[in-house]
């Protein structure tokens, strides 16, 4: 199976910089996605990580270390539009060979003024 | 334009009265995959299909059917559905290669009474 922990809740202010952490376990490893979701919509693709490393767009970069079933999405120049829920997702291998797609529960992110 | 399409967006029903959810890409994926969004617990997934008459179940997949005869169409049947199926839906597809980029439908917010 895959599991997925990633904090509930953080805040942060205007213009900072603020990383949301994501621990998983899985039987087989493909890669990291990251998602965001505003309030009432829909989720949307924001980075994917299938290497160790730092992937960077933007104002958003996203970090792997698959020695340490880790990864981190760091958001910098904080807007206020950046409030939404981030869910972090595994790639991982099921028992017939196809792949599944596992969601964390979500960090919500309020961005203060 | 690239989307993927869900119908309806609100749906109220009474327990036991077969439903269908309809879902629709244009992008020609070879993947797609159904979410219940339910608060607190984030995106779990239901039933998924790696290409025409291939599908696998997902994490809860207890009380719902899919169906891919078609590669552009993934419906979701719900045969007799109950209060606890109560959520809001998100039908997603993606092209395999393309780094877990889901691409996700509007929803549908079903409510079983």
């Not at chain 2, 996700?104 to 079903?110: D, R």
Request: charged residues 15%; glycine residues 10%; aromatic residues 12%.
């Amino acid at each position: 199976g895959q599991s997925l922990e990633q904090p509930s809740e953080v805040t942060a202010v205007e213009g900072a910089i603020v990383q949301i952490n994501c621990t998983y376990q899985t039987s087989g490893f493909y890669g990291l996605s990251w998602y965001q979701q505003h309030d009432g919509g829909a989720p949307t693709f924001l980075s994917y990580n299938a290497l160790d490393g730092l992937e960077e767009t933007g104002r958003f970069s996203s970090f792997l270390s698959r020695s340490d079933s880790y990864g981190y999405l760091l958001l910098q120049e904080l807007q206020m539009k950046d409030s939404a829920s981030y869910f972090c997702a595994v790639r991982g291998v099921s028992g017939a060979g196809s792949y599944q797609l596992t969601f964390g529960k979500g960090t919500k992110l309020s961005v203060i003024p | 334009e690239a989307q993927v399409t869900q119908n309806p967006r609100y749906l109220i029903t009474v327990t036991g009265k077969k439903l269908t959810v309809t879902c629709s890409q244009n992008m020609n994926h070879e993947y797609m995959s159904w979410y219940r969004q339910d608060p607190g617990l984030g995106l779990r997934q239901i039933y998924y299909s790696m290409n025409v008459e291939v599908t696998d179940k997902g994490d809860v997949p207890e009380g719902y059917k899919v169906s891919r005869k078609e590669k552009r169409n993934f419906p979701l049947i719900l045969e007799s559905p109950s209060p606890n199926q109560t959520s809001l839906y998100f039908c997603a597809s993606s092209q395999p290669g393309q780094g877990g980029k889901l691409f996700f439908g509007s929803g549908t917010q079903l409510s079983v009474l």
